[in-house]
């Protein structure tokens, strides 16, 4: 079947066909013996691996991966409790320990973060980190320069008028109100072409925080820097190995919290609007 190497082990399969009811763009024939792609509709596959997923006995292999290497659905999972309490205890984090995190916990992280959903199952989005101090000082003063450079050349103006007090008290006071002084960041970056890169980078950092969140770790969602990247220090993007194809659609700084919240706060009034058409003229 070409690169989709869509394999049945027939020793094991019981032909419930729930393959080939389960994938979503049904290019899945359970007309024969054992299911098999249709004739020529292998390029419409997803790679989303429903078929894997879903085989009650493990038969189904596609695009090299094998359900021996997936984890079971009978595993534990995230506790509903325990989840809604991480979620309320979340914090945005402006103050942090000077202390490194472990790159292979950083890495862990990263990885599984982006198992999160994107249009079409693009899977186009890319995470480039910082996971040392010495590089994130690197970055720091290199987009300080960058602004004071700008502002020089009189080109921060309008809405970014801000950069200016910035790189004010950073040239002066050395404090750093873009990064917050964390030790590590991510930038999430996407294909311009790509169906929804803003929207598919937000939800991968939101798997990103929470699971930092869940190893300890403090994270901010940093706009003032993601401004600075896309509309001042633009220069940086090939320093910092961002494809040339790819826009940078989020940032994110993360490290040790250097303060401690005992308790969550109370959201106010939640914006939920439950429809119902049942109940309406709507005809």
Known sequence: MGMIDFKIDTSKC?????CVTDCPVLIIDGKTDYPEIKEGKADNCLKCQH??????????????YSPEDSILSSEPTADPVQLTNLIKLRRSVRRFKKTEIDPSLINLIAN??????????????????????EDMNILRESVYQCITKAVS????????????????????????VIFRNAPHLVIASAPKDASLPIVDSSIA????ELLANAHGIGTLWDGFALQALREIAQ??????????????????VFGLSAVKYPRSIQ????????IRLSDSSVN
């Not at 078929?51 to 090299?64: D, M």
């Not at 999160?116 to 980190?129: D, H, M, Q």
């Open 14 to 18: 019981i032909r419930c066909k729930k």
């Open 51 to 64: 078929c894997l997923a879903v085989c009650p006995e493990g038969a189904l292999s596609i695009w090299g």
């Open 112 to 133: 599984n973060a982006l198992y999160a959903p994107t249009a079409k199952n693009e899977n186009s989005v890319r995470f480039s980190i910082i996971d040392n101090r």
């Open 153 to 176: 050349n009189g080109q921060i103006k309008g809405s970014l008028s801000f950069f200016s007090n910035f790189a004010d008290v950073w040239n002066s006071k050395k404090i750093d």
């Open 205 to 208: 950092l939101s798997y990103f």
């Open 235 to 252: 220069e940086l993007k090939g320093l910092l190995g961002i494809a040339e194809n790819h826009e940078i659609t989020m940032v994110m």
């Open 267 to 274: 959201s106010g009034h939640p914006e939920v609007h439950r």
